[in-house]
Each structure stands twice: as structure tokens, then as C-alpha cells.
């Protein structure tokens, strides 16, 4: 693990949180889980995507942990997670059953967000009974449910096999990151960020990244490359929103378009101008703003209800 694991000062410095547990999967994975914020408020889930860690939450959580709950998980073999010889997306939707399992009282809702690989994470859990049980809405941000690798932009050329080819050996290098020197910035913020993304949001972002073990990033985009949860979309039942980039080179508007259109029951999409993948981090008020929405629609008790 590199010691750099997250800027240190800044709107993106994680904070400290409340407490910390650990919940454990259905094949005994270990998942670091942290919670902000007053107990008793409406409660917040947060997935965040391959590669990254609690840490890319920290605005989200600076903002929405004055008046809600809210809980960030560690997926397998990131941030303070262990890594586990087992990665699949059955393995993510016993991931998220089992924080939720740990953290919320039994009928308790919450609001779930999930970014890229998170929000894949939710669409592996839909049909699950603990989801189905605790989710009330959903944020869905910058994220799809199949052909990642075929409609992704990272490569400049026209679609085809040749991009699907050379995306896929980009994507799954096995090589280290490295330090994060300037042209390792550089290289991060054409792939997963808007053109004008400030400096201090691509080093927030290039931190976390660069300090996802190697062995863990390659075997995650392997089964991103195989990725097929069109299934689970369908089964997505509760209330959900979408946000997208439409600079988004890893996952373009494409996908979010394919899940407005698929989802039972859409109640919003977003498309933000100049934005990429790292929405989060990119456009923190809208995407605390649009969980907030979802949190006082449909997972605040209404007085006398």
C-alpha cells in the first residue's frame, strides 16, 4: 500500500469519523466500514469505485455529515479492506448486504450511492433480500451495467475491435503506478477527469488512485472487462437518480442514457457539462445535493406519518 493514501489538508482531506466497524462478507472478507455524523439521523451508504477508497467521499462526507449518518465502506482489497483471492460481482453484492447488515438496525433505510464501481456494486445487490430491505433510494454516479471496454473513450480512435483491444491492455496493465509526479497527474486527469478539473482535485484523486495495490487494480478490471449487469438494473426497483459526465472517458453518457432508459423506476439524470468520471470529486454540491434530495424524497419520517 503506498503511503500516500489521501491529501492531507484541503476540501478533500477525509475526515476523521464517528466510529469504525468491520463487517464481514458471506466468504469472510473483512470490509473496513466507517460512520459520520449524529446517530438517530437519516442514514447515507456510500460504494465508491475501482481503484479508490473512503477517501474520494470526503466532500460528500464533510457536507452531508452535519445533519445524516453516513457510512463509507472500503471495498475488497482497497483502502483498509484486505484483499481477497475472490473478486466478481456477486462478491461486491455480498459486500454491500454485509455493511449493511453491520450498520443499519434491521428495517432501517438509507440512501445508497455508488460511484463507478460502486454503483455496479448496487446493481449486483438489487434483487438481494438485505438491499431490498434497507435501500430506499439510489444515486447512481458515472457508472454503467455492460460493454465498459467497448464504449469507452480512453483511447482516441473510432470504435471498434482495434479500441476495444488496446482499452482493455490499458485498463488491465499490471504495471505499478508509481509515485505521483507530475506526469503521473497528468495521465490521470486525461483519463478520469474533466479538462478543467482544478490541480487540487486531480491530486486528491491521483492519491487514492496511486495508492490501490497493484495485484488488486488488475484483477478488479479484469472483471470489469466481463462486466454484464443489465440483469440487475432491471431489478433495481427503488427510486433512482443517475449523474453522469459528458467528459466521462471511462464510463461516457452512453451508459447512464442505457440506465435511464432501463431502470423501473428513474426519478432523475444528470449530465454535467465538462465533467469526467470522478463526478464526486468533480462536482462535490451536486452530487451531496442530489443524495440530500433523495434523502428528504424518500428516506426522512414525514411527522405524523
Same mark, same amino acid.
Given at each position: 500500500?503506498?503511503?500516500? @493514501?489521501?491529501?492531507?489538508?484541503?476540501?478533500?482531506?477525509?475526515?476523521?469519523?464517528?466510529?469504525?466497524?468491520?463487517?464481514?462478507?458471506?466468504? &469472510?472478507?473483512?470490509?473496513?466500514?466507517?460512520?459520520?455524523? %449524529?446517530?438517530?439521523?437519516?442514514?447515507?451508504?456510500?460504494?465508491?469505485?475501482?481503484?479508490?477508497? @473512503?477517501?474520494?467521499?470526503?466532500?460528500?462526507?464533510?457536507?452531508?455529515?452535519?445533519?445524516?449518518? #453516513?457510512?463509507?465502506?472500503?471495498?475488497? &482489497?482497497?483502502? +483498509?479492506?484486505?484483499?481477497? %483471492?475472490?473478486?466478481?460481482? $456477486?462478491? *461486491?453484492?455480498?459486500?454491500?448486504?454485509? #455493511?449493511?447488515?453491520a450498520s443499519l438496525a434491521p428495517g432501517e433505510k438509507a440512501v445508497i450511492a455508488g460511484h463507478s464501481m460502486?454503483?455496479?456494486?448496487?446493481?449486483?445487490?438489487?434483487?438481494?433480500?438485505?438491499?431490498?430491505?434497507?435501500?430506499?433510494?439510489?444515486?447512481?454516479?458515472? @457508472?454503467?451495467?455492460?460493454?465498459?471496454?467497448?464504449?469507452?473513450?480512453?483511447?482516441?480512435?473510432?470504435?471498434? /475491435?482495434? =479500441?476495444?483491444?488496446?482499452? /482493455? +491492455?490499458?485498463?488491465?496493465? +499490471?504495471?505499478?503506478?508509481? !509515485?505521483? @509526479?507530475?506526469?503521473? +497527474?497528468?495521465? *490521470?486527469?486525461?483519463?478520469?477527469?474533466? %479538462?478543467?478539473?482544478? !490541480?487540487?482535485?486531480?491530486?486528491?484523486?491521483? /492519491?487514492?488512485?496511486?495508492?490501490?495495490?497493484?495485484?488488486? =487494480?488488475?484483477?478488479?478490471?479484469?472483471?470489469?472487462?466481463? *462486466?454484464?449487469?443489465?440483469?440487475?438494473? /432491471? $431489478?433495481?426497483?427503488? !427510486?433512482?437518480?443517475?449523474?453522469v459526465g459528458t467528459a466521462d472517458r471511462l464510463s461516457p453518457p452512453v451508459h447512464a442514457r442505457a440506465l435511464v432508459a432501463a431502470l423501473p423506476?428513474?426519478?432523475?439524470?444528470?449530465?454535467? %457539462?465538462?465533467?469526467?468520471?470522478?463526478?464526486?470529486?468533480?462536482?462535490?454540491?451536486?452530487?451531496?445535493? =442530489?443524495? =440530500? $434530495?433523495?434523502?428528504?424524497?424518500?428516506?426522512?419520517?414525514? $411527522? &405524523?406519518?
Amino acid at each position: 500500500m503506498s503511503r500516500l @493514501t489521501h491529501v492531507r489538508t484541503g476540501p478533500y482531506a477525509p475526515p476523521a469519523p464517528a466510529r469504525e466497524l468491520v463487517a464481514v462478507s458471506a466468504d &469472510g472478507a473483512r470490509l473496513h466500514v466507517e460512520i459520520h455524523g %449524529p446517530e438517530g439521523a437519516p442514514a447515507v451508504v456510500l460504494a465508491h469505485g475501482w481503484t479508490c477508497s @473512503t477517501a474520494f467521499w470526503a466532500a460528500q462526507i464533510r457536507d452531508l455529515a452535519v445533519d445524516h449518518r #453516513v457510512i463509507a465502506y472500503d471495498q475488497r &482489497g482497497h483502502g +483498509r479492506s484486505p484483499a481477497s %483471492p475472490v473478486c466478481s460481482t $456477486e462478491a *461486491l453484492a455480498d459486500d454491500l448486504e454485509a #455493511v449493511l447488515k453491520a450498520s443499519l438496525a434491521p428495517g432501517e433505510k438509507a440512501v445508497i450511492a455508488g460511484h463507478s464501481m460502486g454503483g455496479m456494486t448496487v446493481m449486483a445487490a438489487a434483487g438481494r433480500p438485505a438491499f431490498r430491505e434497507h435501500a430506499a433510494a439510489v444515486l447512481l454516479c458515472s @457508472t454503467g451495467s455492460s460493454r465498459l471496454v467497448a464504449e469507452s473513450t480512453v483511447v482516441p480512435i473510432r470504435a471498434g /475491435r482495434l =479500441r476495444t483491444w488496446l482499452t /482493455r +491492455r490499458i485498463l488491465g496493465a +499490471r504495471a505499478p503506478l508509481g !509515485p505521483v @509526479t507530475p506526469v503521473a +497527474r497528468r495521465i *490521470l486527469k486525461y483519463g478520469t477527469m474533466g %479538462p478543467g478539473s482544478a !490541480p487540487h482535485m486531480v491530486e486528491a484523486c491521483a /492519491r487514492i488512485v496511486h495508492a490501490c495495490p497493484r495485484k488488486v =487494480r488488475h484483477a478488479w478490471s479484469q472483471v470489469l472487462a466481463l *462486466l454484464d449487469l443489465d440483469h440487475g438494473v /432491471r $431489478e433495481l426497483r427503488v !427510486p433512482t437518480a443517475v449523474v453522469v459526465g459528458t467528459a466521462d472517458r471511462l464510463s461516457p453518457p452512453v451508459h447512464a442514457r442505457a440506465l435511464v432508459a432501463a431502470l423501473p423506476n428513474c426519478v432523475g439524470s444528470t449530465e454535467l %457539462p465538462g465533467v469526467g468520471h470522478m463526478s464526486p470529486v468533480e462536482a462535490p454540491e451536486l452530487v451531496s445535493g =442530489r443524495i =440530500r $434530495e433523495l434523502v428528504t424524497t424518500y428516506a426522512t419520517i414525514k $411527522e &405524523g406519518a
